[in-house]
């Protein structure tokens, strides 16, 4: 059974740091990995996603890098700004398309 | 193109009681999923449509839900007897299928649902 953990559950950083999230998965038969981003009450924003096939995606100041064989993701975020502060969510694709979520990582960025 | 919609925003309930929420995908998307999200978790797969047909649902879907999407374009998701576990964040999603490898998936606002 998939299984997703994103460490840590929050972050707080001063407003200009640059930052990274993790996120790992248990079994490297995945299609892709996508990272969303959630406000509080919200639904999820589609931030990148990174084909199995894919080493990484650029998009702004977001980079996310997938390493299918460790079975590692990481979402790298450079000169952070209080806009950022929000939950980051990382799910893996199975073959049916379905999506299984990390628990998240809660982000503040403080001014 | 408005995006995927849903309604209501925010349904509290009494225990017991049954519930109804409807989804409105982006047009001309085949597929369309149903997920969970309870306070400080990430969503949990529920349930999934491609056109009219429902090809997967989680044993998280107990016999209390059930979901239709009677013309492969909106789609409901009713609770039966609602307890208060039920209470959670649903959150309905769309994706035009191409691959499933670069598939995205657009999520609606969700409905917020409290079973006092």
């Known amino acids: 059974k998939q299984e997703v953990t994103q460490i840590p559950a929050a972050l707080s950083v001063p407003e200009g740091e640059n930052l990274v999230l993790n996120c790992s998965f248990t079994d490297s038969a995945i299609y892709n990995l996508q990272w969303f981003r959630q406000d509080p009450g919200k639904g999820l924003t589609s931030l990148l996603l990174?084909?199995?096939?894919?080493r990484e995606q650029t998009s702004g100041r977001l980079n996310a890098s997938l390493d299918k064989s460790s079975g590692r993701s990481t979402l790298y975020i450079a000169a952070s700004q209080p806009g950022d502060s929000a939950t980051y969510l990382c799910a893996v694709t199975s073959n049916t398309g379905k999506l299984i979520f990390g628990q998240g990582t809660t982000l503040q960025v403080k001014p | 193109d408005t995006g995927v919609s849903q309604d209501p925003r925010h349904k509290i309930t009494k225990r017991g009681q049954n519930v109804t929420f409807r989804c409105d995908p982006i047009s001309e998307h085949n597929r369309l999923y149903w997920y969970r999200q309870t306070l400080g978790q990430g969503p949990e797969f529920l349930t999934y449509f491609q056109n009219e047909a429902q090809l997967e649902k989680s044993r998280l879907l107990s016999d209390r839900f059930s979901a239709e999407r009677p013309k492969g374009s909106f789609s409901t998701l009713e609770i039966q007897r609602t307890e208060q576990g039920d209470s959670a964040m649903y959150l309905c999603?769309?994706?035009?299928?191409?691959?499933?490898?670069?598939?995205?998936?657009?999520f609606g606002p969700g409905t917020r649902l409290t079973v006092l």
């Open positions: 990174i084909q199995s096939s894919q």
């Open positions: 999603a769309s994706s035009e299928e191409d691959w499933v490898g670069t598939d995205t998936q657009y």
